[in-house]
């Protein structure tokens, strides 16, 4: 089959392209008003862009608050969401007044950081503590702004749980990453599998 996006004339129940573009790891975000308020909410739209520095990005629909919080404070946290954590990020995806902290919602403990002023989730089995570099508003092919709103942020620490390193590696199978497909579907990583990049 092939369809316009434009059109979005696909003929099927359910618009297909998140299907398409799965799975998609889930940035957990953690950050905090100019008053110390925090927030977290899950972001399905989020992956790293680089290594040398490590940045990381993730996308918003609509300006909210996780957005305004980082272009005002700096700083953010990305937790990972984890499966045994799959009920408190789905509650922490919730639409509440700004005045009312998902941590606080979810039950969720928080842990302070090291190099930033944002908590992160304590359950959380790894962290990147990070300093705001650019927020992007996009703009579609006829040059009109989109409602879709990309951060970017330098990891400037790491949290690991020692739970899950083994042989000195990130063993994922230990904690199982949430990621998000299409549709209401969700996926977790409990096997992995290993290619070395051929030589010619």
């Not at 299907?19 to 008053?35: E, F, K, L, Q, Y």
């Not at 199982?176 to 409990?190: E, I, N, Q, W």
């Amino acid at each position: 089959m092939f369809y316009e996006t434009e059109k979005n004339d696909h003929g099927l129940p359910h618009n297909p392209f998140k299907a398409i573009i799965a799975p998609r790891p889930i940035g957990w975000i953690s950050s905090v008003d100019t008053d110390g308020k925090t927030n977290l909410a899950p972001y399905s739209f989020f992956n790293c862009v680089c290594d040398t520095p490590p940045i990381v990005m993730f996308s918003s629909s609509n300006y909210k608050d996780s957005a305004a919080n980082i272009d005002a404070t700096g700083e953010f946290v990305c937790n990972m969401a984890s499966y045994d954590l799959k009920d408190e990020m789905n509650l922490s995806s919730a639409a509440v007044p700004h005045e009312k902290s998902e941590f606080e919602l979810t039950g969720l403990e928080m842990a302070q950081s090291n190099l930033v002023s944002v908590p992160r989730v304590a359950k959380a089995a790894t962290a990147l503590e990070c300093k705001h570099l650019q927020t992007i508003r996009m703009k579609g092919l006829d040059g009109t702004d989109t409602n879709s709103w990309v951060i970017f942020g330098q990891v400037v620490g790491v949290h690991i749980s020692d739970d899950v390193i083994v042989n000195g590696m990130v063993d994922v199978t230990r904690y199982k990453p949430l990621s998000r497909l299409g549709y209401m579907d969700y996926a977790v990583v409990t096997e992995v599998f290993q290619m070395g990049r051929p030589k010619v």
